[in-house]
């Protein structure tokens, strides 16, 4: 079983950043592919970045070069740093971890980007 605790998420203004984390609890987080996902309301849940255990990225083409997702694995941690950011960005953020069969979310964290 894998824990997933997300924290980082607030309110920011347009063209501001932030960073959020995602701990993981477990002693094999390091095999796991981390992602972030988004969730606005009224719509679905999109994946925004990924990485994979040997430190592959891949974004959605709506972040590309706005967001960096980042994995410490002595840390269990796995990040995303979230820069000139939108009201379109607006959305609860998920951590999520998947190795074979496994699967956890963590909780979410509320993002607002608003004037």
């Known amino acids: 079983q894998v824990q997933l605790v997300e924290s980082g998420g607030g309110l920011v203004q347009p063209g501001g950043s932030l960073r959020l984390s995602c701990a993981a609890s477990?002693?094999?987080?390091?095999?796991?592919?981390m992602a972030w996902y988004r969730q606005a309301p009224g719509k679905q849940r999109e994946l925004v970045a990924s990485?994979?255990?040997?430190?592959?990225?891949n974004y959605a083409d709506s972040v590309k070069g706005r967001f960096t997702i980042s994995r410490d694995n002595a840390e269990n941690t796995v990040y995303l740093q979230m820069n000139s950011l939108k009201p379109e960005d607006t959305a609860v953020y998920y951590c999520?971890?998947?190795?074979?069969?496994?699967?956890?979310w963590g909780q979410g964290t509320q993002v607002t980007v608003s004037s």
């Open positions: 999520n971890a998947k190795w074979v069969m496994y699967d956890y």
């Open positions: 477990g002693s094999i987080f390091r095999f796991y592919t």
């Open positions: 990485i994979s255990n040997g430190g592959r990225t």
